[in-house]
T-cell receptor
Framework: GQNIDQPTEMTATEGAIVQINCTYQ??????LFWYQQHAGEAPTFLSY??LDGLEEKGRFSSFLSRSKGYSYLLLKELQMKDSASYLC??????????WGAGTKLIIKP | SAVISQKPSRDICQRGTSLTIQCQVD?????MFWYRQQPGQSLTLIAT?????????ESGFVIDKFPISRPNLTFSTLTVSNMSPEDSSIYLC???????????FGQGTRLTVV
């Protein structure tokens, strides 16, 4: 079956750095996405990786290793507004998105 | 990119009734997806809606309970039929305009069944 694993919850301090990991086992691979979702709102797109390596976008970076079925989202200079759930999703061989359960990130002052 | 307008944003409904959720996209898209997200959980795909054909439902979801319409390439509706409190959830429509691009979401419909 298809499976995406990510931690349920993480806590970090304002101004610090946090890394949210995601491992996946899917039938085929056509890219990995990270989304941010604030409570009661729809997910918003953060990053897309289809090749191995690091993609940097401002305070957020995402890394992919296809051979290891592994990705992480790195958030730097954390702000209180970064408190949200972070969803990892993989497009499988049918270009269908398979979603992880999400990681709830709590930022403390 | 794609902008999706979804309505209603929230509703409180009596059990046994039905609610139809609408999504309008600002561009033509081939596939639209309907998701359910229960509190504290991730997205569960209900069905994929293609224009001109019947929707494809995921395991655990049936057309009688969640009928879907897709009359053209910019619009789709999902009906939650004969509602029960267990249907209380957030419902989201989504589209991915191209194979290699991200998914775009409507604002979501927060449904409470009492």
């Amino acid at each position: 079956g298809q499976n995406i694993d990510q931690p349920t919850e993480m806590t970090a301090t304002e101004g610090a750095i946090v890394q949210i990991n995601c491992t996946y086992q899917t039938s085929g691979f056509n890219g990995l996405f990270w989304y941010q979702q604030h409570a009661g709102e729809a997910p918003t797109f953060l990053s897309y990786n289809v090749l191995d390596g690091l993609e940097e976008k401002g305070r957020f970076s995402s890394f992919l290793s296809r051979s290891k079925g592994y990705s992480y989202l790195l958030l730097k200079e954390l702000q209180m507004k970064d408190s949200a759930s972070y969803l990892c999703a993989v497009k499988d061989s049918n270009y269908q998105l398979i979603w992880g359960a999400g990681t709830k990130l709590i930022i403390k002052p | 990119s794609a902008v999706i307008s979804q309505k209603p944003s929230r509703d409180i409904c009596q059990r046994g009734t039905s609610l139809t959720i609408q999504c309008q996209v600002d561009s033509q898209v081939t596939m639209m997806f309907w998701y359910r997200q229960q509190p504290g959980q991730s997205l569960t795909l209900i069905a994929t809606a293609n224009q001109g054909s019947e929707a494809t439902y995921e395991s655990g979801f049936v057309i009688d309970k969640f009928p879907i319409s897709r009359p053209n390439l910019t619009f789709s509706t999902l009906t939650v039929s004969n509602m029960s409190p267990e249907d209380s959830s957030i419902y989201l429509c989504s589209t991915s305009p191209g194979d290699g691009t991200e998914a775009f979401f409507g604002q979501g419909t927060r449904l409470t069944v009492v």
